[in-house]
């Protein structure tokens, strides 16, 4: 009885050993994660005020005129609004495309979000939170364009990007000053610049990568960065000039 | 004829405010007859009504002339007149349907002043002038009317070049100011050659300089695209109405010497 308590345990614990090897190593594989800023040198350039006379409903919207939102230069010194993501480094790896949805909306006038990423084959939700009329027109290159009219509040429609491409316009071809841009990717590694200029591409397997920047004024930027395993952290700067 | 050029006009801005597509579906609008005129609607569905309306007007003038002409080729072109207004109708719905196809975008165009010009030829032929059949001598008949129809034939490629410039956005910009050198030359070798002839001077040399006159206009306002990049919708626009203007006196032009002009025989070889 003695011998068969100390066999189990034994076993017990070699197994839970062999486990912990397993899942713990596991776990950490896929867990690098490449961050950073996105610097702003010299001025930001004095937005442009839109004029939204063409729409009462939008200038109801905006009393107070609305600024061009093109470059958005943060107060700490960081530029707003871009595009990182992993240009190169994954071949040979597939991602399922989410089944959740991008929910881009029509609000104020003003497309938001203005600059998204969106895997090949995920559902792009395109609401109408405006009391008036808008057209959705994606100027996709590599998917089959499409122009909707989109009359009603509250009015949904569903799209997908059939190819990878960076990066989609889509404006809207009633109010002239209403613009955005999607990049349409086979993977999931991408972020967006915030308010304080930060980014984050993470769960990134161990490689090495081509991570490209880019901005529809200022254009586009590659870093080489070289990630390993065991929650490996990569900071990195891009520096954009006004 | 003036809904016809309102009608150009307003085409021309559908296309520098780059509203082509501002009305998704086609031939309603949004699935109404009158949508929300905000944005770029104002233009493309102003475009289609004016659009709808000289359609009817063609209609009409096609039933007049085959009830009421004699000459059975003038039938004919009215139903030709009528033939190319539904042929431009569905030109625009492909336009928006296929979301602004180069090509068909092109032809559209083109078809446009063709269509312009061909109304302008109506006029001419059923005008009192025609069918006076007042012959006017002079010793350069055949040369005069080899350049008229030579110089319609390179504006009307002109058209067709500034049509590829300006939905190519800049494409074959070379050809287009290589024929407005050449249109030019020949409208100077006309007026020359018109004022060297007493018996129709007055007959031909004041709508010559008047086609000079659109000539350089147009030549400035095609300046005025690059120069004036802030009043660029109006500025190109006027070029693209300008230019169906050329085309259509040209035509008339062209029509008239061919209809007026006989070649003189000196009386020393007689």
Redesign the interface.
């Known amino acids: 009885m003695k011998n068969k308590r100390l066999f189990l345990s034994q076993n017990l614990g070699l197994l839970l050993w062999v486990l912990t090897f397993v899942f713990g190593f596991t776990g950490v594989s896929d867990a690098a994660t490449i961050a950073g800023k996105i610097l702003f040198e010299g001025a930001a350039p004095a937005p442009e005020t839109i004029k939204m006379g063409a729409d009462p409903k939008c200038q109801l919207a905006h009393p107070n005129g609305l600024a061009s939102d093109d470059v958005v230069v943060n107060s700490n010194g960081t530029l707003k609004n871009v595009f990182i993501y992993v240009k190169d480094g994954l071949a040979g790896k597939t991602f399922d495309a989410p089944k959740e949805a991008v929910v881009f909306d029509q609000k104020g006038c003003q497309y938001s979000p203005k600059i998204f990423g969106i895997q090949v084959g995920q559902p792009l939700e395109i609401l109408n939170s405006d009391d008036t009329l808008h057209n959705v027109h994606s100027l996709s290159a590599n998917s089959q364009q499409f122009n909707l009219g989109m009359p009603i509040k509250g009015m949904k429609l569903k799209k997908t990007f059939t190819k990878p491409e960076v990066m989609v316009k889509i404006k809207c071809e009633v109010h002239p000053w209403m613009h955005a841009y999607a990049g349409v990717l086979d993977h999931p590694f991408y972020s967006v610049s915030a308010d304080d200029g930060t980014f984050a591409l993470k769960n990134l397997p161990p490689g090495n990568y081509v991570i490209e920047a880019w901005h529809e004024k200022y254009g586009a930027q590659t870093q080489n960065v070289i990630v390993g395993s065991d929650a490996d952290t990569k900071d990195i700067q891009f520096q954009y000039k006004g | 004829m003036v809904s016809t050029f309102l009608l150009i006009v307003a085409g021309g801005l559908v296309t520098s405010?780059?509203?082509?597509?501002?009305?998704?579906?086609w031939p309603l609008s949004?699935?109404q007859m009158f949508?929300?005129m905000?944005?770029?609607?104002?233009f493309e569905h102003t475009h289609r009504l004016i659009a709808g309306f000289v359609g009817c007007l063609t209609l009409i003038l096609a039933i007049s002339l085959y009830l009421e002409e004699k000459r059975i080729w003038v039938k004919w072109l009215g139903l030709t007149a009528l033939l190319a207004v539904v042929a431009q109708a569905v030109l625009g719905g492909l336009t928006v349907i296929y979301?602004l196809p180069t090509t068909i975008s092109i032809l559209h165009a083109c078809l446009a002043q063709t269509f312009f010009s061909l109304l302008a030829a109506l006029c001419l032929f059923t005008s009192q002038e025609w069918k006076n059949d007042a012959v006017y001598p002079c010793q350069n008949a055949s040369s005069i009317q080899r350049l008229f129809v030579t110089t319609t034939i390179f504006i009307y490629l002109q058209l067709i070049a500034g049509a590829i410039v300006r939905h190519t956005k800049g494409g074959g910009l070379y050809y287009h100011l290589t024929l407005a050198a050449l249109i030019a030359m020949h409208l100077i070798f006309i007026l020359v050659k018109i004022a060297k002839e007493n018996k129709i001077r007055d007959k031909f040399l004041t709508p010559v300089i008047f086609l000079l006159s659109l000539l350089i206009l147009q030549i400035l306002l095609g300046a005025g695209v690059f120069v004036l990049p802030l009043s660029r919708i109006l500025v190109t626009t006027a070029h693209q109405v300008n230019g169906a203007l050329i085309l259509a006196s040209a035509v008339v032009l062209s029509l008239r010497s061919f209809r007026s002009l006989r070649t003189e025989i000196p009386r020393a070889s007689l």
């Open positions: 405010t780059g509203s082509g597509l501002s009305v998704p579906d949004y699935g949508p929300p905000i944005g770029g609607i104002r979301l």
